[in-house]
């Protein structure tokens, strides 16, 4: 069997009433596949309703080194995504992000 240098992580947040996303989901979700050499995003699913926002969020999210700061990938969306879910897909971002350094943690 092949040995993958990579890792899914998910991480949820609350989408705000109101939106396509609350009215479909209920939630915020995201899904990252991460690199675990260069802790690079190689691969990238959100649950949004149209596919156009799936497709940017992938553009700008993949390639990302998690390793260079979660700040400027957040200023990122801040500065390029303006919906009311912006906030609920940064918590979410933060959630799964967080949850790659802990599997990191526990594998040391």
Known sequence: MEE???VLVTGYSK???GTSMYEVYKHAGIVL???LISHKIVGVEFTFVAAL????FE???IGYQLDHGLEPL??????HYFAPSQQAIIVALQSAVQ???DLLEKQK
């Open 4 to 6: 993958l240098n990579t």
């Open 15 to 17: 989408a705000p009433q």
């Open 33 to 35: 596949e991460v690199d």
């Open 53 to 56: 926002t799936k497709n940017f």
């Open 59 to 61: 553009r700008l999210l």
């Open 74 to 79: 957040i200023q990122r969306i801040q500065s």
């Open 99 to 101: 949850r790659y350094w």
